[in-house]
């Protein structure tokens, strides 16, 4: 699902971009967030919490309640409500509190 | 309603006033107050790095610390603690950059060995295999003793509050301790700012603000405090096993066991005094260091810092004693930053020589005529 009239925000059309999520292709909107784009494309489930394992989705919007914390290109904890979507990106969900790759 | 009287009275509801005061009930003195001017662990405790280790360089801070390590392994079942002090002993593991760091490290070991603490030397190699997202560039090698680690100071220090309240000790918090009367050289009461409580004998726990309490018995005490900044990451799933830490570089790393990396450094230009703000070039100069160490931790965000106050002597040991010029005036500051990791015996020792009991482990040492005296032996391995 998607806003395109909105009494009071406008949103500018920006161009169409391919990201995948668990593996899936996906098509979004350049620099909409990308939990914006998983709306779109029916993910409702953005996380699991880290100590009961329960589900949770797109909550707070604005960068703060920590329920949408997704690996996006192989970084753990990237807030996606506030992070602009990119062509190519990598969206998966996160194990737990997310890895560090000691390697990096 | 606040007692008016009490057989001791104790300054200070961090973890040495706590454990003090637990000690003490537990060895049958249980007409005890502790004061605290705010809540328990709002000083030096609830802001530290909350490492433990038995790597020191002087005879006393090992004692200490390894008598307290054994404590802190049984401390859940020994004070029936219903939740966890979240002890984690996957080590300490202590960087050198320098042949003269290497030297000193191996004199603290050998030292360390003959006290019982297992630690040793090992080369970059093997703390690589310890710890895999270090970057091992200019290292010489490293000190390693795989039972030191971490615990949370907020449950220890919660944990003996609980179990000597249960003994009957009184802790007030809010309560600040405003003057110490005396009649000659004897004390006879401690005024807060909600009332007087007699008592002979007074405590002085207070950390930072320990020199404050000593002006109040006319005493100049030879420490002084200093601001130490610290911060914490968001947390991630374990990768880190011990606590890194560097005399060159002067920071300290390690992630705790709810996965956040607790990090902070001592800074050589930081002025004397009470100060407890924190600043932006912390951020940046810490991150740039740690990084630098650990190149992998570049995608943690920082969620949030503080800082604390070490409360320094001339030689980096405590002083656990009673002032000789003020009978019933008794000591346990100076912990020049590793006050949490020796709290347990610290308490043990403080109610003993409170109560004029033999004590269990000699700390004459630590006394404050040692500084008169000139008789300091100077604890090399500070951060």
């Given at each position: 699902m998607r806003i395109k009239d909105h009494p009071i925000l406008s949103f500018p059309e920006g161009k169409?971009?391919?990201?995948?999520?668990?593996?899936?292709?996906?098509?979004?909107?350049?620099?909409?967030?990308?939990?914006?784009?998983?709306?779109?494309?029916?993910?409702?489930?953005?996380?699991h919490s880290p100590r009961h394992n329960r589900p949770r989705?797109?909550?707070?919007?604005?960068?703060?309640?920590?329920?949408?914390?997704?690996?996006?290109?192989?970084?753990?904890?990237?807030?996606?409500?506030?992070?602009p979507l990119r062509q190519g990106m990598k969206v998966e969900y996160q194990k737990g509190k997310g890895d560090i790759n000691a390697a990096d | 309603m606040m007692k008016n009287s009490a057989e001791v009275v104790i300054i200070g509801g961090g973890v040495v006033g706590c454990a003090i005061a637990y000690n003490l009930a537990k060895m049958g003195c249980q007409d005890v107050v502790v004061l605290e001017k705010e809540y328990l662990t709002a000083g030096a405790t609830g802001r530290c790095g909350a490492g433990i280790r038995q790597q020191w360089g002087t005879e006393m801070n090992c004692k200490l610390s390894k008598a307290s390590m054994d404590t802190f392994e049984v401390l859940n079942e020994m004070l029936g603690y219903p939740e966890d002090i979240e002890l984690k002993q996957d080590g300490y593991l202590i960087l050198a950059y320098e042949e003269k760091e290497i030297e000193q490290f191996k004199k603290n070991?050998?030292?360390?060995?003959?006290?019982?603490?297992?630690?040793?030397?090992?080369?970059?190699?093997e703390a690589r295999k310890i710890v895999p997202h270090l970057n091992t560039e200019g290292l010489l090698g490293a000190a390693f003793c795989g039972r030191d680690g971490h615990a949370n100071p907020f449950h220890v220090t919660q944990?003996?509050?609980?179990?000597?309240?249960?003994?009957?000790?009184?802790?007030?918090?809010?309560?600040?301790?405003?003057?110490i009367e005396r009649e000659g050289d004897r004390i006879t009461a401690v005024v807060t700012d909600r009332g007087k409580?007699?008592?002979?004998?007074?405590?002085?726990?207070?950390?930072?603000?320990?020199?404050?309490?000593?002006?109040?018995?006319?005493?100049?005490l030879p420490v002084y405090s200093e601001r130490h900044q610290i911060m914490v990451t968001e947390p991630?799933?374990?990768?880190?096993?011990?606590?890194?830490?560097?005399?060159?570089?002067?920071?300290?790393?390690?992630?705790?066991?709810?996965?956040a990396f607790i990090m902070g450094q001592g800074d050589p230009n930081e002025p004397k005094g009470h100060n407890i703000?924190?600043?932006?070039?912390?951020?940046?100069?810490?991150?740039?260091?740690?990084?630098?160490?650990f190149p992998a931790l570049k995608k943690l965000r920082v969620v949030r810092q503080w800082s604390g106050l070490y409360n320094i002597t001339p030689d980096s040991q405590p002083i656990l004693c009673e002032a000789p010029e003020v009978p019933g005036f008794y000591m346990a500051i100076g912990f020049s930053g590793h006050g949490?990791?020796?709290?347990?015996?610290?308490?043990?020792?403080?109610?003993?020589l409170i109560l004029g009991k033999d004590l269990s482990m000699p700390v004459h040492k630590l006394d404050l005529g040692r500084f008169d005296r000139g008789e300091l032996v100077l604890e090399p391995s500070v951060v």
């Amino acid at each position: 699902m998607r806003i395109k009239d909105h009494p009071i925000l406008s949103f500018p059309e920006g161009k169409t971009v391919e990201f995948s999520f668990e593996g899936k292709t996906f098509i979004g909107k350049e620099g909409e967030p990308i939990a914006a784009a998983l709306h779109d494309a029916g993910i409702r489930v953005l996380r699991h919490s880290p100590r009961h394992n329960r589900p949770r989705g797109f909550f707070c919007a604005i960068g703060n309640c920590s329920s949408c914390l997704m690996v996006v290109n192989g970084e753990p904890n990237v807030k996606v409500c506030v992070t602009p979507l990119r062509q190519g990106m990598k969206v998966e969900y996160q194990k737990g509190k997310g890895d560090i790759n000691a390697a990096d | 309603m606040m007692k008016n009287s009490a057989e001791v009275v104790i300054i200070g509801g961090g973890v040495v006033g706590c454990a003090i005061a637990y000690n003490l009930a537990k060895m049958g003195c249980q007409d005890v107050v502790v004061l605290e001017k705010e809540y328990l662990t709002a000083g030096a405790t609830g802001r530290c790095g909350a490492g433990i280790r038995q790597q020191w360089g002087t005879e006393m801070n090992c004692k200490l610390s390894k008598a307290s390590m054994d404590t802190f392994e049984v401390l859940n079942e020994m004070l029936g603690y219903p939740e966890d002090i979240e002890l984690k002993q996957d080590g300490y593991l202590i960087l050198a950059y320098e042949e003269k760091e290497i030297e000193q490290f191996k004199k603290n070991i050998a030292l360390q060995n003959s006290l019982g603490i297992e630690s040793r030397l090992i080369d970059p190699g093997e703390a690589r295999k310890i710890v895999p997202h270090l970057n091992t560039e200019g290292l010489l090698g490293a000190a390693f003793c795989g039972r030191d680690g971490h615990a949370n100071p907020f449950h220890v220090t919660q944990a003996y509050a609980e179990a000597a309240k249960r003994m009957g000790v009184e802790i007030y918090t809010y309560t600040e301790c405003r003057d110490i009367e005396r009649e000659g050289d004897r004390i006879t009461a401690v005024v807060t700012d909600r009332g007087k409580i007699k008592t002979e004998k007074v405590v002085n726990a207070a950390g930072g603000y320990s020199d404050l309490i000593g002006a109040m018995v006319g005493l100049d005490l030879p420490v002084y405090s200093e601001r130490h900044q610290i911060m914490v990451t968001e947390p991630v799933n374990p990768l880190q096993g011990p606590m890194v830490i560097s005399f060159y570089h002067h920071f300290y790393c390690q992630q705790v066991p709810h996965g956040a990396f607790i990090m902070g450094q001592g800074d050589p230009n930081e002025p004397k005094g009470h100060n407890i703000g924190h600043s932006w070039q912390f951020l940046q100069e810490l991150s740039g260091k740690i990084t630098g160490t650990f190149p992998a931790l570049k995608k943690l965000r920082v969620v949030r810092q503080w800082s604390g106050l070490y409360n320094i002597t001339p030689d980096s040991q405590p002083i656990l004693c009673e002032a000789p010029e003020v009978p019933g005036f008794y000591m346990a500051i100076g912990f020049s930053g590793h006050g949490f990791m020796i709290a347990p015996m610290t308490g043990v020792v403080m109610a003993e020589l409170i109560l004029g009991k033999d004590l269990s482990m000699p700390v004459h040492k630590l006394d404050l005529g040692r500084f008169d005296r000139g008789e300091l032996v100077l604890e090399p391995s500070v951060v």
